[in-house]
Nanobody, 121 residues
Framework: QVQLVESGGGSVQAGGSLRVSCVASRYTYIGNTMGWFRQAPGKEREGVGCITIGDYTYYASSVRGRFTISRDNAKNTVYLQMNYLQPEDTAMYYC???????????????WGQGTQVTVSS
C-alpha cells in the first residue's frame, strides 16, 4: 500500500525553526529516494531537497545551508529540518518518493497530502 503522511507544519516567526516529518508505508519507503517539495499560493511546485537510500542529499539553492533532510529507516520516516525560516518559505510542504535526487526532481510517483508551513515577518 502506498502511503505518505506528513506532519509537523505550523506557524513560526521569521528566523525560527520547524521540523516536518513524513511517515511512509514500508512499500513506499524501502529502496526509494525521498523528496520534499513545496508549493506557495499562485506559484508552481518546486523541489526543496531529497535524500537517497545511501543518505546522499541534494538541496535547492534557495534552502541550501538552512534546511536539512534526514531519514530514519527503522521508522520509515524522513525529516525536513528547517532553520532560519523566512516569509518566502511559506508554502504547503509535500513529501514524495521514488524520484531522482540530482536537481531534476523527476520521477516522483508517490505523494503525501502536505503540511502547511507559514512564516510571518
Amino acid at each position: 500500500q502506498v502511503q505518505l503522511v506528513e506532519s509537523g507544519g505550523g506557524s513560526v516567526q521569521a528566523g525560527g525553526s520547524l521540523r516536518v516529518s513524513c511517515v511512509a508505508s514500508r512499500y513506499t519507503y524501502i529502496g526509494n529516494t525521498m523528496g520534499w517539495f513545496r508549493q506557495a499560493p499562485g506559484k508552481e511546485r518546486e523541489g526543496v531537497g531529497c535524500i537517497t537510500i545511501g543518505d546522499y542529499t541534494y538541496y535547492a539553492s534557495s534552502v541550501r545551508g538552512r534546511f536539512t533532510i534526514s531519514r530514519d529507516n527503522a521508522k520509515n520516516t524522513v525529516y525536513l529540518q528547517m532553520n532560519y525560516l523566512q516569509p518566502e518559505d511559506t508554502a504547503m510542504y509535500y513529501c514524495a518518493a521514488g524520484g531522482s535526487c540530482d536537481g531534476s526532481w523527476n520521477g516522483y510517483n508517490y505523494w503525501g497530502q502536505g503540511t502547511q508551513v507559514t512564516v510571518s515577518s
